[in-house]
């Protein structure tokens, strides 16, 4: 009896949840037959479960949870083989959708929903480019060469570095300032370019909508900017 009730109980709590909820992520993992799905947000720089779901049989999942305003979310997935991953995406009410595979489920995860996500995959995309201009620049100093003249070769090396580092510092402000309207502006200045000059990021902030500043990382980047003043 006791363990019949404890049961209705928890079926209770579920079904409270999805009612109360105003966020539903979706998704299906091909290939995944046994394992946990965990939704999860950052808090006091540690990850919180939201919801989660075990994985028996149908690879096919729901997660559901309460959003006061957009936010980043965690998809992690515990396949059961102390081998874990994870795919970061831009949550807002409504409904998200991840689909992936198991073998690549970060490299794989295909995300529709909500218009801060897609603003982030296009940043994303253009960082892509930066970054690949980067491993050029690796593979390049390790190049083999005629002269054994390895001096000149770290000084061109930083030098080049420094140039696409300062370009995609640039392209970020410029990226936060031009879509001063979305909460991706803030997000970015945040965990993209923390220890940029402050002035660089007083300017993200002091674009951003009156909303913006206060809303969570309106305020990160507030108490970022503030800190490096002191």
């Known amino acids: 009896m006791k363990k019949t009730l404890l049961v209705l109980s928890i079926l209770l709590a579920i079904s409270c949840t999805k009612e109360t909820s105003n966020?539903?992520?979706?998704?299906?993992?091909?290939?995944?037959?046994?394992?946990?799905?965990?939704?999860?947000?950052?808090?006091?720089?540690?990850?919180?479960i939201i919801d989660s779901l075990e994985i028996n049989g149908n690879s096919v999942f729901e997660l559901h949870c309460n959003l006061e305003e957009p936010e980043v979310l965690y998809l992690r997935l515990d396949k059961n083989d102390?081998?874990?991953g994870i795919v970061t995406f831009f949550a807002d009410k409504g409904i998200t959708e991840i689909n992936s595979t198991l073998k690549y489920f970060n490299?794989?995860?295909?995300?529709?929903?909500?218009?801060?996500?897609?603003l982030l995959e296009e940043y994303i995309a253009?960082?892509?480019?930066?970054?690949?201009?980067?491993?050029?620049?690796?593979?390049?100093?390790?190049?083999?060469?005629?002269?054994?003249?390895?001096?000149?070769?770290?000084?061109?090396?930083?030098?080049?570095?420094n140039s696409l580092l300062r370009r995609k510092y640039l392209y970020t402000i410029n990226f936060a300032v031009t879509h001063n309207t979305s909460e991706v502006a803030p997000y970015l200045a945040v965990t993209e370019i923390s220890d940029a000059n402050p002035k660089f990021l007083d300017t993200i902030y002091n674009s951003l909508e009156a909303n913006l500043k206060t809303s969570l990382y309106g305020k990160k980047l507030k108490a970022l900017i503030d800190s490096k003043k002191q």
């Not at 966020?23 to 919180?48: C, H, M, P």
């Not at 490299?107 to 897609?118: D, F, P, R, V």
């Open 23 to 48: 966020f539903t992520l979706k998704g299906n993992i091909k290939g995944l037959k046994k394992g946990t799905v965990y939704l999860e947000r950052e808090q006091d720089s540690t990850y919180k």
């Open 82 to 84: 102390n081998d874990e």
């Open 107 to 118: 490299l794989n995860a295909k995300i529709k929903g909500s218009k801060q996500q897609e």
């Open 126 to 161: 253009i960082m892509s480019k930066f970054n690949n201009q980067n491993l050029d620049l690796i593979k390049e100093q390790f190049e083999p060469k005629k002269e054994n003249d390895t001096t000149s070769t770290n000084l061109d090396y930083e030098e080049k570095y």
